[in-house]
């Protein structure tokens, strides 16, 4: 694989209705970038992986805990191990971009 990418002639894959989601990765992070069309949703969930979500464009109702924001673009979330939270695209289509620590493994798509 070669270290430099155009991001929409990476592989993809819908992880949820709605949401699609590329990757690109090395041994010990990765980042996903994430289209998820008008009030698609990113159900409830946890994970051992840290996560950082910053939303690109459009605007995203993000839970992480017993929390709740409406995110717009610049605006980013970190998502501790364990911490269950949930997504939702409000007002039409959301880009999103994640980083993960470590490699998330189902999300490896190369």
């Known amino acids: ?27 010990k992070v990765m980042v996903t970038f994430v ?6 949703v990113v ?6 992986h840290e996560q950082i979500t910053v939303v ?5 109702r993000f839970r ?9 673009p610049g605006e980013a979330v970190t998502i501790p191990s364990g911490v269950r939270h949930a997504a939702v ?3 039409g ?3 999103a971009y994640d980083c ?3 490699v998330r493994e189902d999300y490896v798509l190369d």
Do not use: Q, T
């Open 100 to 102: 993960w620590s470590p």
């Open 89 to 91: 695209a409000e007002g």
């Open 93 to 95: 289509p959301c880009v």
């Open 64 to 72: 992480l805990g017993e929390e709740e924001a409406l995110m717009g």
């Open 43 to 48: 159900p409830e969930h946890s994970h051992h």
């Open 35 to 40: 289209d998820l069309g008008e009030g698609a």
């Open 1 to 27: 694989m070669s270290n430099f990418a155009i991001i929409s002639n990476l592989r993809s894959r819908e992880i949820a209705p709605g949401v699609v989601m590329r990757s690109a990765h090395l041994e």
């Open 56 to 60: 690109i464009s459009g605007k995203l």
